[in-house]
């Protein structure tokens, strides 16, 4: 027996981050996917698409606009990250006093290799591991031609940036999502 009560609009049934995004106003939008991936052109161009209709077809754009970024708006998003505290520099994880060590002189040779600030999605990663796991990367990407490291270093930041906007739009009440 079919009831009488209407569907909830589609709308309604979207998680509440995914809701709000999609309802933000332009300049909301974009400045809460800049935090994600720092590419004006990424940002403005998810932006622009709206609205989604589920948090998959948000990511598989996201994903595709990180692909079609230009070098210069992956210098702009890596320039952006630059900011951004490196949490293993001063992490308390398990490891000594030598490998942090190590790991600051080896972020200052990919720096001054590359020109810009070494990216590595921890996504997953033990924390007892990470230490490791950035050194190992580090080293063994050092090694890598310039062109080679910027576009592990582009799917890199994709990685991250995918997962900043999964915590962007989860369905929790909104802390972090654009008003």
């Known amino acids: 027996?079919?009831?009488?009560?209407p569907a909830p609009p589609l709308s309604a049934q979207?998680?509440?981050g995914l809701r709000r995004f999609n309802e933000a106003d332009p300049g909301a939008a974009e400045e809460a996917l800049l935090a994600c991936c720092?590419?004006?052109?990424?940002?403005?161009?998810?932006?622009?698409?709206?609205?989604?209709?589920?948090?998959?077809?948000?990511?598989?754009?996201?994903?595709?606009?990180?692909?079609?970024?230009?070098?210069?708006d992956l210098a702009e998003a890596l320039a952006d990250e630059s900011?951004?505290?490196?949490?293993?520099?001063?992490?308390?994880a398990p490891g000594s006093q030598a490998a942090r060590t190590a790991l600051r002189a080896a972020h200052a040779a990919y720096e001054a290799r590359f020109g810009h600030v070494f990216m590595v999605c921890?996504?997953?990663?033990p924390p007892e591991e990470?230490?490791?796991t950035v050194l190992t990367s580090l080293r063994t990407r050092l090694a890598g031609e310039p062109e080679e490291e910027r576009l592990v270093a582009?799917?890199?930041?994709?990685?991250?940036?995918?997962?900043r906007l999964?915590?962007?739009?989860?369905s929790h009440s909104g802390a972090g999502a654009p008003a």
């Open 1 to 5: 027996m079919p009831s009488d009560t």
């Open 14 to 16: 979207l998680p509440v």
């Open 38 to 72: 720092g590419s004006r052109r990424w940002a403005l161009r998810l932006a622009a698409h709206r609205p989604y209709p589920d948090v998959a077809s948000l990511l598989a754009a996201a994903s595709e606009a990180s692909y079609d970024l230009r070098p210069a």
């Open 83 to 92: 900011w951004t505290p490196q949490p293993l520099l001063g992490m308390r």
């Open 122 to 125: 921890l996504e997953g990663c």
């Open 130 to 132: 990470m230490l490791d």
């Open 154 to 163: 582009a799917d890199e930041l994709r990685r991250i940036a995918i997962g």
């Open 166 to 170: 999964e915590h962007l739009v989860a």
